[in-house]
């Protein structure tokens, strides 16, 4: 198995294309620093015991020679740390909301393309609408709907998985768009007709036949989807409606700096968002190089 | 007879990670001014290749790497992509299995045959419509001041062919190389498309490659053939010669496998398949799938050389 | 012949509408909304008989509905209109279940291989599953003892049974895809162009296996294709549909040596063949859309020998005294 794959095209053309590489490489750091955070950061920052409001606002260690790295927030936290928990959050929020997005986009797409006439109609038009909202308008209606009613406390202890299901409400219908596409392709094919023949029930043709065989753009659009949903909850945090201050994501890290830029703390911000954008740069760039390998119009022949 | 085209040693290789495959294998055949060959082998063969290399169209990773094709006293293997341009499309024409290949879905007729002309030749406007009314009427289609003004999808298959074909005549080309023209087509539309391309090489003196994998529509177009197997002639003679006494044992197969061949109930097979490129056994390429595989056939590549009977054969087993 | 027929085609027809949705359909026209529908005559009133143990043979050009007819005869389309009866009994209005006693029964083979073969499932997945669909009584290992045989058959050699279809070869695959309709051990087949996608040494060796599978195994062969010398090689008997209409039916040795319909002649004439002249005789015209079906007998636009009654009125198909069921007005009146 592991041979097969040092032989395969698919690791040949990786390694032959450096910004893959490049990006998976930090991808790769990015994500062992949040699930090891526990390990790697100084203090815990929803530890409130551990930290001393004295140490606030002290810039990073080669200006201020103290002792945290990126400096300190204006709670006293080590940025460093925040940062390390807050990727976690994040990364878990974006993947979260995918897998919740695939899961109800494919089951979408699927039952659409295959029965098409009216069940296609019906759900296409669904999706339709759903698109038609942002996934911030979506956001804003339900936190607000949801923070009066469960009270701001209330609302910390559920905002994690809140914005897994706002993001992944509002995101579904590019996976159910994709996975139509495909599946009215595939139907068409002659394996669908042989299972036909055969006498296969309608389900087991959409899971067993058809599904396998659409799954390649659904694994190119999931990287975009990861990164957007990452996007998605940095702005919606950004906006105070997304992770609480104390349980901060990258997007609420980079909120709580930002009143202080201009008073001179510029390393609040700074550091949260250069991790988001390297985050989502690196997903992207993977993105695209998978999107070209997978496209065999670009490799055939 | 003057000698129109001849290709050289032509050999034309596919670039991988940290090899080659050899897609045409040291391919040599002449063609005299209106003459009319084919080339005849099944899939993988190579015998497109063979035709877009002699107007230097390989796409990556594909390239020459070996021979010459002269033609008009230039070695087009040599030329310039810029020089080529001139060549291609002017003195030699392509005709493609889809007509959608060389057909602009949402241009009219009429502006790219004139675009055509015009790339080729210093004339107006109005007289670049003169030459293409000129030449759809030739292809047979009726009206063609109203037909210059439609639009491709506007023809049926074989219409559109005949199009495809009035393109390729704009330019009075001396080569028309033609792949697979009619694979797409219905029988009784090849047959039309056939005659049409017969008559035009007679008429207007023009050389005519004939690519294609149905030995049928060989016998009645050409007058030579050339069989390729596994990126080789294996075979090349006049067509009559060829159809009626083929020599080398995977034109004997081929023909044998034929079903109006057949005697009893059953088809003569041959056994096997064709290799792939990355799989072509030492030897000859065929010894395989051979009754006459021999100690030679195993070790040394056979060359083409005439045999008795009067054609050229790569064989060792053939006197 | 007095005997019941294996397959019994009575006036099927196979409609498409293709107009799209209620919004497409409407037109404005001649200051009115007309609702314009457009449909596509595939099959019309086709009548036909497979006797057990044959080759009928279904041929014609691209667009005359034989791939049509085909997949109606085997219910992945119900008819439009007509009956099909399967050892006397109707199939065509029976679902689920009750028409599952049919599906082992008839099998179908697909023309292209490399569409026909699910490229996410290995080998012995695709064999398997219709028998564990069809026979869940049977345990694993008579499960694999069946594919192993039906593969030594086709000639694959059952070792390779855990590669995924990519691995194999055109011809290979056919011969997989054959396998597949052979494992529920059918009676009837339906083989769908199943050559005209290989090469021609390949069509040679699929022919064969085809034709002493048929001898081992006792099969009927409906085969569809448009190459009429494979046809010729292998039919006992063929019908030439030509949009979507039969025009004539006739044992093989009859249809190739005194082809009657005016269309069958050209048909017939257009073959490339080796050592054979290049004389075929000429049509006019192309081939009208299905949509939009001439009036009188179909052929008529392109018929070298139509009159105003060949125009008029659609000709009944008749047998003549050579057995050949011809539907053509000038074979009726001699003129022909």
């Excluded at chain 1, 998976?24 to 409130?48: E, K």
């Excluded at chain 1, 599904?211 to 990164?227: E, G, K, R």
């Excluded at chain 3, 404005?28 to 595939?42: D, E, L, Q, Y």
Aim: proline share 5%; net charge neutral.
């Amino acid at each position: 198995m592991w041979k097969k794959f040092r032989e395969s095209y698919f690791l040949y053309s990786f390694l032959r294309d450096p910004v893959a590489v490049g990006s998976f490489l930090i991808l790769l750091v990015l994500v062992l620093l949040a699930l090891f955070a526990p390990l790697l950061a100084t203090q815990n920052p929803y530890d409130g015991s551990a930290i001393d409001i004295l140490d606030a606002e002290i810039a990073p260690r080669w200006i201020s020679h103290g002792k945290f790295i990126f400096g300190t927030d204006v709670q006293g936290r080590d940025i460093w740390s925040t940062i390390l928990y807050g990727a976690r959050v994040s990364l878990l929020i974006g993947l979260g909301a995918v897998a919740l997005q695939a899961v109800l986009g494919i089951v979408v797409g699927l039952v659409s393309g295959y029965k098409g006439g009216k069940i296609d109609s019906i759900l296409m038009r669904i999706t339709d609408v759903q698109l038609s909202f942002s996934s911030y308008m979506v956001a804003i209606f339900f936190g607000a709907i949801l923070q009066t009613a469960v009270g701001v406390g209330g609302y910390a202890d559920i905002a994690l998985p809140f914005l897994v299901f706002v993001i992944g409400i509002s995101e579904w219908p590019q996976y159910a768009r994709t996975v139509r596409a495909s599946v009215l392709a595939e139907k068409k094919k002659e394996y669908v007709e042989a299972a036909r023949v055969i006498g296969l029930k309608p389900t087991r043709i959409m899971w067993r036949h058809i599904l396998p065989n659409t799954l390649t753009p659904v694994l190119v659009i999931s990287t975009v989807q990861v990164a957007n949903a990452v996007m998605s909850e940095a702005a919606l945090s950004f906006l105070g409606l997304g992770m609480p201050a104390n349980q901060p994501s990258l997007g609420s890290l980079i909120k709580s700096g930002f009143t202080y830029v201009l008073s001179g703390s510029w390393w609040i911000t700074l550091f949260p968002g250069l991790v988001l954008v390297l985050l989502v740069l690196s997903i992207n760039l993977l993105g695209d190089w998978l999107r070209d390998f997978l496209n065999p119009k670009l490799y055939k022949d | 007879m003057d000698t129109l085209l001849d290709v050289r040693n032509l050999t034309v290789k596919f670039a991988l990670r940290d090899s080659a495959l050899t897609a045409v294998n040291n391919v040599s055949f002449t063609l005299n001014r209106g003459e009319r060959l084919g080339l005849v082998g099944e899939s993988g063969a190579g015998k497109s290749v063979t035709g877009f290399s002699i107007i230097n169209l390989v796409s990556k990773p594909g390239f020459i790497a070996d021979g010459s094709v002269w033609f008009d006293g230039r070695d087009l293997a040599t030329l310039s992509q810029e020089e080529m341009r001139k060549v291609r499309g002017n003195r030699i024409s392509m005709i493609f299995q889809d007509p959608m290949m060389t057909l602009n879905p949402v241009l009219t007729i009429g502006t790219q045959m004139v675009e055509t002309v015009l790339a080729h030749r210093n004339v107006s406007k109005a007289e670049a419509e003169a030459i293409a009314m000129d030449k759809l009427r030739k292809v047979y289609i009726n009206s063609p001041e109203k037909r210059l003004k439609q639009y491709p999808h506007e023809f049926s298959g074989g219409m559109r062919q005949r199009i495809v074909i009035a393109i390729a005549l704009l330019t009075d080309p001396a080569l028309i190389i033609a792949d697979e023209p009619t694979t797409a087509l219905d029988v009784t539309i090849q047959a039309e498309i056939m005659d049409l391309l017969l008559e035009l090489c007679r008429t207007e003196d023009m050389g005519l490659i004939l690519i294609t994998h149905d030995l049928g529509v060989v016998s009645q177009v050409t007058q030579k053939v050339a069989v390729m197997y596994a990126g080789s002639i294996v075979e090349l003679g006049e067509t009559e010669q060829v159809c009626s006494n083929p020599q080398h044992p995977y034109t004997r197969g081929l023909i044998a496998a034929l079903p109006e061949a057949a005697t009893g109930s059953r088809l003569n097979q041959i056994p096997g398949s064709m290799p792939n490129l990355a799989e072509i056994p030492v030897g000859c390429a065929f010894n395989n799938r051979c009754e006459l595989g021999k100690g030679a056939c195993f070790t040394t590549v056979p060359q083409l050389e005439r045999k008795q009977s009067g054609v050229f054969a790569a064989c060792h087993e053939l006197e | 012949m007095g005997k019941t027929p294996l397959l019994h085609i009575q006036n099927v027809v196979k409609h498409f509408d293709i107009s799209g949705g209620l919004l497409d359909q409407l037109a404005f026209s001649g200051g009115k909304i007309v609702r314009n529908r457009s449909v596509v005559h595939a099959v019309n009133n086709v009548s036909l008989d497979i006797m057990e143990g044959e080759t009928l043979s279904v041929v014609g050009e691209s667009g005359c509905g034989k791939s049509t007819l085909a997949r109606v005869v085997i219910g992945l389309y119900p008819p439009t209109a007509g009956e099909i009866h399967y050892r006397g009994q109707r199939m065509d209005n029976l679902q689920g279940t009750a028409r599952r006693p049919f599906r082992t029964k008839a099998q179908m083979v697909f023309q292209d291989p490399y569409a026909s073969l699910n490229p996410r499932m290995r080998v012995r997945q695709i064999l398997e599953e219709p028998v564990r669909f069809h026979k869940p009584e049977l345990s694993g290992d008579q499960v694999r003892e069946k594919i192993a045989e039906v593969m030594d058959q086709v000639g694959i050699n059952p070792v390779w049974a855990e590669r995924y279809p990519h691995e194999f070869s055109g011809g290979q695959r056919q011969r997989i895809s054959i396998a597949r309709a052979l494992v529920l051990d059918p009676e009837f087949i339906v083989a769908d162009e199943p050559i005209s996608a290989l090469d021609v040494s390949i069509q040679a060796q699929v022919l064969n296996l085809m034709m002493d599978l048929q001898e081992q195994r006792n099969l009927t062969y409906l085969f569809i294709s448009h190459d009429l010398s494979v046809v010729e090689h292998i039919s006992d008997r063929v019908a030439v549909l030509y949009l979507g209409t039969l025009c004539e039916l006739a044992t093989s040795e009859e249809l190739f040596e005194n082809p009657r319909h005016p269309y069958t002649k050209a048909l017939l004439s257009a073959i490339p063949r080796i050592g054979k002249g290049f004389q075929h005789i000429k049509l006019s015209g192309d081939v009208p859309t299905p949509i939009k079906l001439p009036t009188g007998c179909v052929f008529h636009g392109r018929c070298p020998n139509a009159n105003d009654r060949c125009r008029q009125e659609v000709p009944v198909a008749r047998t003549l005294e050579s057995g050949s069921v011809v539907a053509c007005h000038g074979v009726e009146e001699g003129r022909i």
